[in-house]
Structure formats: C-alpha cells, structure tokens
C-alpha cells in the first residue's frame, strides 16, 4: 500500500515531470530568445488565471508556495496521464 502511494505521489514520473516544467520556467525567466519562452509563459498564466479566481491579492511569500504547488499537481497529472498511455500501450507479445 505504501509503496503504491509514495510511486503515485513521489515516483521517478512525477520527479521527471516537475524537474521539466522547473526547467521551463527557468528557462523563461533566464533567456532572451521569445520562442523559448512560451512554454514557461504559459505555466505561469496558468497559475495566475486559477490564483487570481480563487485567491486574489495573494501576498507574495505566499504565491511563491502557491506556484510550487501548482506545478506539482501539474507534475502529477502529467505522471498520471504517462503512466496510464504507458500501461494501456503496453503489449505483453
């Protein structure tokens, strides 16, 4: 039971997924070249369009743990999503 929750939870997916949309974001704010930016943009939009519906005027101590765990729960739904293509794809031969 537990090693099920913790793989959910903390697995090497979920891992791979927020090292990737940290990566984005980072590459966002530290880069020059337009194109590049566009992914990390589009994370951050995200959390401001769902921060700002259900909690806006955040203080920004606050934002910054808020922006954490947003991109966790998208790492998670994105493990999730990987996991269950990668299971249904999966042929035994």
Not at 12 to 18: L, S
Not at 43 to 65: F, T
Not at 69 to 91: G, K, P, Q
Request: no cysteine; aromatic share 12%; net charge positive.
């Amino acid at each position: 039971m537990w090693r099920v929750t913790r793989r959910t939870f903390v697995g090497r997916d979920v891992g791979v997924a927020f090292g990737i949309l940290v990566a984005l974001v980072l590459l966002m704010a530290t880069t020059s070249v337009r194109v590049l930016q566009i992914p990390g943009y589009l994370i951050v939009i995200a959390y401001d369009a769902a921060q700002n519906l259900w909690l806006p005027g955040l203080n920004p101590a606050i934002y910054v743990v808020g922006f954490a765990l947003y991109v966790y729960v998208v790492a998670l739904l994105i493990a999730t999503l990987y996991r269950r293509v990668r299971h249904a794809t999966h042929y035994d031969g």
